[in-house]
């Protein structure tokens, strides 16, 4: 299947600094991807989407200045926890969706390893 | 607003007992989908429903569509301790581009 490939994979730094995570597809072309925070315990939360050469979308009550994204290429998508706090502290998760495999399903969400942030 | 619910939250259950998840969607859904979290893990497809009263089985685990097409479940058979993780249904999030919404899962554990 389409692989997802995420990194770092547990970040750990100071309050007021900025984390950058990535987030790419290893062997398919993603127009879109998607960034999920997940606490402990919970389930996945939409934090936004991210469209390749535009903007992201963001979900209600998501601060679009604190999480920066860039999807820059059709291949890597950026997010960046801008002046973190100890409040961002979660599980980023990202996933894309593999258009036209042939053979396979199509509308399956393959997610990468997940990034999981400790901000001090 | 849609919502996608799961019950049970958790479930315990001994090694070789079997186990069900069940989804229910507010809306009308075009395909449920399944994913599995192990634990420090992150999500991966299991499989995905299209039909309505669809039945679809991989091994012990069998996986139905409602024939409203609202509700979905997953079903396994005879646990094992590999089975262990947070067991999650998904379903398109209307007027996204492609994304989906997901319930709040359900986490089993397997006593050996």
């Known amino acids: 299947g389409a692989v997802v490939s995420q990194h770092p994979s547990r970040v750990i730094c100071k309050s007021g600094t900025s984390v950058k995570i990535e987030c790419r597809s290893l062997d398919f072309q993603a127009t879109t991807m998607f960034w999920y925070r997940q606490f402990p315990k919970q389930s996945l939360m939409l934090m936004a989407t991210s469209n390749e050469g535009s903007k992201a979308t963001y979900e209600q009550g998501v601060e679009k200045d604190k999480f920066l994204i860039n999807h820059a290429s059709l291949t890597l998508s950026t997010l960046t926890v801008t002046s973190a706090h100890p409040e961002d502290s979660s599980f980023y998760i990202c996933?894309?969706?593999?258009?036209?495999?042939?053979?396979?399903?199509?509308?399956?969400?393959?997610f990468g390893e997940g990034s999981r942030l400790t901000v001090l | 607003g849609q919502q996608v619910m799961q019950i049970p939250q958790y479930q315990h259950v001994q090694e070789g007992e079997d186990f069900t998840t069940y989804c229910n969607s507010s809306?009308?859904?075009?395909?449920i989908q399944w994913y599995k979290q192990r634990p420090g893990g992150h999500p991966v497809f299991l499989i995905q429903l299209v039909k309505s009263g669809e039945v679809k089985k991989q091994k012990r685990l069998t996986f139905q569509f409602g024939e409203a097409k609202k509700n979905s479940s997953l079903h396994i058979t005879a646990t094992q301790t590999t089975d262990v993780g947070t067991y999650f249904c998904?379903?398109?999030?209307?007027?996204?581009?492609?994304?989906?919404?997901f319930g709040k899962g359900t986490k089993l554990s397997v006593k050996p």
């Open positions: 809306t009308t859904l075009s395909n």
């Open positions: 996933s894309a969706r593999a258009p036209g495999l042939a053979g396979g399903v199509t509308g399956e969400l393959f």
């Open positions: 998904a379903g398109p999030l209307e007027g996204s581009q492609g994304n989906l919404i």
